[in-house]
């Protein structure tokens, strides 16, 4: 199984909503991204998990959480967002972390929309 | 500043003539890796070349690496409409672990 799946494929959520975006992924891979992308723009690294801890948090504000409960499960719990968190919210993995010989696998993506 | 600037932002060719894109870095890496994305959805990684390569193959795909120039260029030969895409390129730096990608080459091939 070479796929990362993502849950829900589309949110609409108001500012004052707890929502939480998940990722999952059974490649054994154990370090897993969470990646923004706004339209026509690259994906921008927001949070890198390896073995399950945290690594990297690239001055992601508080209103996005990140939680890895287990090695295939990656979660980003989202609160008081606004308008301009909107955007495509990419998860990936990869063998781990540092090691890149094959590249990171990507899911298709949550496309959020703060109302 | 960041790594991995693309040129060009936008190539518009007919099927089967050959697409070629390039990518600028700035500081030295351990690698370098392209990857296309469809409207919208997620990347997919199409090859990774290691800072002592300097020429990889895949299929279609021919990827060369100059570290001198810090540049990099990606052919699709014989292309398709199916080759309609966002083609970014991203690279690994040295002594880090992230992944920071360009700004994208956008493909649209006329059939």
């Known amino acids: 199984d070479t796929e990362v799946t993502q849950t829900p494929k589309h949110l609409v959520m108001g500012m004052t909503n707890k929502k939480s975006l998940k990722c999952e992924q059974h490649?054994?891979?154990?370090?897993m991204y969470w990646y923004k992308q706004k339209a026509k723009k690259p994906p921008e690294l927001m949070f890198v998990?390896?073995?399950?801890?945290?690594?990297i948090n690239e001055s992601v504000p508080s209103r996005f959480s990140p939680e890895c409960p287990n090695s295939s499960l990656l979660n980003l719990h989202l609160h008081a967002l606004q308008p301009e968190d909107s955007a495509l919210y990419l998860c990936?993995?990869?063998?781990?972390?540092?090691?890149?010989?094959?590249?990171?696998?990507f899911g298709p993506g949550t496309r959020l929309t703060v109302t | 500043s960041q790594q991995g600037e693309e040129d060009p932002q936008a190539l518009s060719i007919q099927e089967g003539e050959n697409a070629t894109m390039n990518c600028s870095y700035k500081?030295?890496?351990?690698?370098l890796q392209w990857y296309r994305q469809n409207s919208g959805r997620g990347l997919v990684h199409l090859i990774l070349?290691?800072?002592?390569?300097r020429e990889k193959h895949s299929g279609r795909l021919r990827v060369t690496l100059d570290t001198s120039k810090k540049s990099s260029s990606l052919l699709i030969t014989a292309s398709r409409a199916a080759d309609t895409a966002s083609y970014f390129c991203?690279?690994?730096?040295?002594?880090?672990?992230?992944?920071?990608f360009g700004a994208g080459t956008r493909l649209f091939v006329k059939a």
């Open positions: 998990y390896s073995y399950e801890k945290l690594s």
């Open positions: 991203a690279t690994v730096y040295t002594g880090g672990f992230k992944t920071i």
């Open positions: 500081t030295s890496i351990n690698n």
């Open positions: 490649m054994g891979h154990r370090a």
């Open positions: 070349i290691r800072s002592n390569e």
């Open positions: 990936a993995s990869s063998q781990v972390l540092g090691l890149a010989d094959y590249g990171q696998y």
